[in-house]
């Protein structure tokens, strides 16, 4: 199988690091002994090989609300119980008989392929660069490792409204708005179809989730009128040495929800919450996979913990996944909801701006930074 290289073989033998590695280009991609110590993951955050699939993310059936014009009220209740208790012991599951068209996700999946599928030039035509963080880029850094991937950022609001910088004494407000990518043709299209799809399904799931918490189904909608939530197309290409790299390091996501379409070549490990064990979430074809985000678990008081993944990378074949992130709009206090606290279960968390949380994240993502980027830990209270 895969050659386990230590540490040390790397240092060795790293005489010319390789950066500006183009992934399009297969004569040119690193080999064995050429390792970009950019992508090399510590010790102990590498992924082992052997793979724990037992006792999976759970898996939910939504047609209790999608498939019937009078609502069965037991079994939506049913729904919510098994949504809070997914959420809570998990922060993870998989949702079928969710309302979005297949064939939909299809083209949109060929449209990814084939994006990703052009030169390296090409697909820089559409790069992202310092002011808008949409569009094409190679370079994304988590927890200041490389992540071994190339992605494409859109944005579901064109234009998005956010901070200029994440100082807290600076109300300048920009816009944020999204690249027309000349290839394939009717991407931006397809794209735009495709979010109208996200935006319903993340509203029911929020519903739920709010009346899992004893909360009114839409007592979250507000906060997303003028939303900053966007979706990415991920690639992930063979990677030569899948026990030092990773396709995304271990993270949080930092939103309210996230919902993931993967392809079936696998690589997602979710941190089972029972023992901290890196498990995999094996692909089921038509199956979306949801994530609770940071400001859920800060929403909920901890109720719900926004839960550590991470992506491993293959050794043969390519991947892509494309998640759409649930983001509220840029002016939300995001602090633990009034109902949800009490004497006996005080505030854990002070509040924060969303929008200053975000830019801080997106200028800290794109580069390799010197200090750890903001965490919701950071508005722990003690
Ligand atoms: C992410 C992420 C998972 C995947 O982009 O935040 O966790 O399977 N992606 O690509
Ligand atoms: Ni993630």
Not at 214 to 241: D, V
């Amino acid at each position: 199988m895969f050659l386990k290289q230590p540490l040390k073989y790397i240092r060795e033998h790293t005489t010319k690091p390789i950066f500006n590695i183009d992934f399009t280009n297969t004569n040119n991609r690193t080999t064995m002994g050429e390792v970009d110590p950019a992508f090399v993951q510590e010790q102990e955050h590498r992924p082992k090989l052997s793979i724990i699939e037992a006792k999976g993310i759970p898996e939910i059936d939504l047609s209790p609300i999608f498939n019937h014009d009078v609502p069965d009220q037991s079994a939506v209740d049913a729904l919510v119980k098994e949504i809070g208790s997914a959420s809570k012991e998990w922060g993870f599951f998989q949702v079928t008989n969710h309302g979005v068209p297949l064939s939909l996700r299809q083209r949109l999946e060929e449209a990814s392929r084939l994006f990703f599928a052009q030169s390296l030039e090409d697909k820089k035509k559409v790069a992202r660069d310092e002011i808008n963080p949409t569009g094409y880029y190679d370079t994304e850094h988590t927890k200041n490792v490389r992540d071994w991937k190339e992605v494409f950022d859109f944005l579901s609001q064109d234009p998005t409204f956010v901070p200029l910088n994440s100082d807290e004494d600076d109300h300048q407000v920009i816009q944020w708005s999204n690249p027309s990518p000349p290839y394939p043709p009717q991407f931006r299209a397809i794209v735009e179809e495709y979010l109208e799809e996200m935006e319903k399904l993340a509203y029911k799931l929020l519903e739920l989730i709010a009346l899992s918490l004893g909360l009114e189904a839409k007592r979250f909608e507000k906060f997303f009128k003028l939303q900053t939530s966007f979706i990415r197309f991920n690639h992930y290409p063979p990677c030569p040495y899948p026990h030092l790299a990773l396709g995304v390091g271990r993270h949080k996501d930092a939103g309210a929800l996230t919902i993931l379409a993967q392809d079936e070549v696998g690589g997602l490990e979710v941190k089972r919450k029972s023992d901290q064990e890196w498990v995999l979430v094996k692909p089921t074809p038509d199956a979306y996979i949801i994530n609770v985000g940071d400001i859920i678990q800060v929403w909920s008081n901890d109720a719900y913990e926004s839960v550590e993944h991470r992506v491993m990378v293959n050794s043969q074949r390519e991947r892509f996944s494309i998640p759409f992130f649930f983001f509220p709009a840029h002016d939300t206090e995001v602090k633990p909801l009034e109902e949800l606290i009490n004497d006996e279960n005080p505030s854990k968390y002070r509040p924060y701006n969303w929008g200053k949380f975000l830019v801080n994240r997106k200028s800290s993502n794109f580069q390799k930074k010197k200090a750890e980027n903001v965490q919701i830990y950071h508005y722990k209270i003690a």
